[in-house]
């Protein structure tokens, strides 16, 4: 079935730093990529959409300056927090697919 | 706005006994009504969905039919089993079926003992 990797699964890093995520579709192509976050014991919140070669669509309150997303290939998608803080540790998932969704495991940041 | 509220967790059950998780919704028109299951150290997989109201959704021995009446997509099993130890998350969308714009519950999370 369909396979979406993210990396790295978890993240450690000092406050003030830039992080990047990657989310790789692995059997198929994803012209449309989700990044989602996840706060402990809360519901997965969509950050923003991820298109293949055009600008990413985000959802309100989320700031683009901050979480920097590219699509540059039909199977990756990166998420960069910059100038990250303690605020920004979390939980961040992807997925992809067209008729269903297949889901990456996760990639914790811890922001210390 | 659209919600999902579910039941809060931990939920813990002995094999072969009966599970319920409920979950109700807040949403305008006709949402899609999904369960989704994350087991440890894995992503979310979809375990069933429904699609408009009276509809019954099932997978891997779990149901849950989509009440308009009562706003609710409450996940049933007759007999869990310690495989069956995950996270669960009920979640809709009102977007013509894009599973991208899914809004989530808050997840419950399931332990089986043997």
């Known amino acids: 079935g369909a396979v979406v990797s993210q990396h790295p699964s978890w993240v450690i890093c000092k406050s003030g730093t830039s992080v990047k995520i990657e989310c790789r579709s692995l059997?198929?192509?994803?012209?449309?990529m989700f990044w989602y976050r996840q706060f402990p014991k809360q519901s997965l919140m969509l950050m923003a959409t991820?298109?293949?070669?055009?600008?990413?669509?985000?959802e309100q309150g989320v700031e683009k300056d901050k979480f920097l997303i590219n699509h540059a290939s039909l199977t990756l998608s990166t998420l960069t927090v910059t100038s990250a803080h303690p605020e920004d540790s979390s939980f961040y998932i992807c997925?992809?697919?067209?008729?269903?969704?297949?889901f990456g495991a996760g990639s914790r940041l811890t922001v210390l | 706005g659209d919600s999902v509220t579910q039941m809060e967790g931990p939920v813990t059950l002995s094999e072969e006994a009966f599970l319920t998780i409920n979950c109700t919704y807040t949403?305008?028109?006709?949402?899609?009504l999904f369960w989704y299951v994350q087991y440890p150290g894995e992503g979310l997989q979809l375990l069933l969905k429904?699609?408009?109201?009276?509809d019954k959704g099932s997978n891997k021995g779990f149901e849950a039919t989509y009440r308009k009446e009562t706003t609710s997509f409450h996940l049933e099993k007759g007999s869990v089993q310690v495989s069956d130890s995950a996270v669960y998350f009920c979640?809709?969308?009102?977007?013509?079926?894009?599973?991208?714009?899914?809004?989530f519950g808050k997840g419950t999370k399931l332990s089986v003992k043997p």
């Open positions: 997925s992809a697919g067209a008729n269903v969704l297949t």
């Open positions: 059997d198929f192509q994803a012209t449309t």
């Open positions: 991820s298109n293949e070669g055009s600008k990413a669509t985000y």
């Open positions: 949403a305008t028109g006709y949402p899609s």
């Open positions: 429904a699609t408009k109201a009276d």
């Open positions: 979640a809709l969308t009102n977007y013509g079926g894009s599973q991208g714009n899914l809004i």
